[in-house]
């Protein structure tokens, strides 16, 4: 069944057609306006309360149409709606540097905090690429960490003498950790102080400084001021993913995604533990408490998909993590090469969005049935009733458009013990 992805137009989205998510959505749904000065940050495909998708044929929310058949749709008796959310992101702003809780403490924080984190669940994540994408993740090398450290004299000053000198003694977990508490917990004046002593040193003298963190840092202080954020950047690994790559962002690591599109998927919650970046409120105790100092260098933070069905299934490669809430494969089809390919579909049912065509393209069930015609935009629904196997046909392709074929799929996780 094809669905209508909910739009969600927060203020850091890309604005206008300079969106792909107003893009896909358009694609998706032919009677949205794109406004030109407006963001269009997020598109929703799934059955979460706060943006439900809509099914086209009926007009009824996704979640709705769920809850009549749920062993049609998600094969179970007993469950009523999807452990998972797809969604496609269009940053033109960062969005805040934070931390999920696990699933226990989300039981937690949720009884003690129903205000603040509305909901018992965990909030792992998958972002794949979909544009060059630039994030925050993870901590740095703890020797890269107090490199940085060493270069800015203005951050020596806001950590002190004792910080410092534990640090320089053993640049260990430990040593980062009473850096960056020490760091979370500074005075405003002094975090006002050295913010405006290191962007003097950026503005007069660029060349001078590291890689890519002026640009960055400049660009932070322009759209959030003095906040604390501005100084994770010297602790935590600043990537830049190409099209194709992506990072799992498990329980208690700490990241932001600072610019560019992505696919991602997540687990049903909206349980955030905020650490800067962002004038909500940033619950240190909780954050300091939770956090995992657990480093690397920027190529340890990338997921790694797996090609589960090579001879059948070559150009499907498998995004796993280790949560039983969801999984994404991504379908690229070379068009000079495959125009016949099977898709699998679980019997908890799964979602499906053609991020990229070249041309027209047609799914069908293994009994011949005609599913849906794909196009760019299209967004599926792919209930347990479809069955097991479904058959992807290439119809047609533009003149001149060499481009594969790409589509997302989305499901519940049942691939981890294989």
């Known amino acids: 069944m094809e669905i209508v992805g909910a739009v969600q137009c927060y203020e850091w989205g890309k604005l206008g057609n300079g969106s792909l998510v107003a893009q896909l959505a358009r694609a998706n749904d032919t009677g949205l306006t794109v406004e030109p000065d407006k963001p269009y940050a997020e598109l929703w495909m799934g059955d979460h309360v706060n943006g439900p998708a809509t099914v086209k044929a009926s007009g009824q929310s996704l979640a709705k149409t769920i809850q009549a058949d749920p062993v049609g749709t998600i094969g179970s008796e007993t469950a009523a709606s999807l452990p998972f959310l797809l969604k496609v992101l269009s940053i033109r702003k960062a969005l805040s540097i934070q931390v999920h809780p696990d699933k226990p403490e989300a039981e937690k924080l949720h009884r003690q905090f129903p205000d603040v984190y509305k909901d018992p669940n965990h909030k792992p994540e998958l972002a794949i690429a979909l544009t060059d994408f630039q994030a925050l993740c ?112 498990a329980a208690n690591v700490p990241h932001a995604y600072l610019e560019g599109d992505c696919v991602e998927c997540m687990a049903c919650s909206d349980n955030v533990v905020r650490a800067g970046l962002t004038p909500k409120f940033k619950d240190v105790d909780t954050l300091l408490r939770l956090v995992s100092y657990e480093c690397g260098p920027p190529a340890a933070m990338l997921a790694r998909a797996r090609l589960l069905n090579e001879d059948t299934q070559p150009y499907t490669r498998t ?100």
């Open 138 to 249: 993870g901590f740095r090398p703890y020797p890269e960490i107090l490199q940085l450290i060493e270069e800015w004299a203005p951050l020596q000053t806001l950590l002190g003498p004792e910080t410092l000198a534990r640090f320089r003694a053993n640049p260990d977990r430990q040593a980062v950790q009473c850096a960056y508490e020490q760091l979370m917990r500074s005075e405003p004046e002094a975090l006002n102080r050295c913010i405006d002593a290191i962007a003097e040193r950026m503005l007069s003298a660029p060349t001078n400084a590291t890689g890519e963190l002026p640009e960055l840092f400049l660009r932070l202080a322009t759209d959030f001021d003095h906040d604390v954020g501005l100084l994770s950047i010297f602790f935590l690994n600043v990537l830049r993913l190409k099209p194709g790559e992506a990072i799992y962002l």
């Open 319 to 418: 995004f796993v993590p280790p949560v039983p809430d969801f999984a994404v494969s991504e379908i690229r089809l070379p068009v000079n090469v495959a125009r016949q390919y099977t898709l699998d579909n679980p019997i908890t049912g799964s979602i499906l969005l053609v991020a990229g065509s070249p041309g027209q393209a047609t799914l069908t069930a293994a009994d011949g049935q005609p599913i849906a015609d794909l196009r760019l935009g299209t967004v599926l629904y792919l209930p347990s009733s479809a069955g097991r196997t479904l058959h992807l046909q290439l119809t047609g392709t533009d003149d001149g458009n060499n481009e594969p074929f790409l589509a997302f799929q989305a499901m519940a996780n049942d691939f981890a013990a294989k």
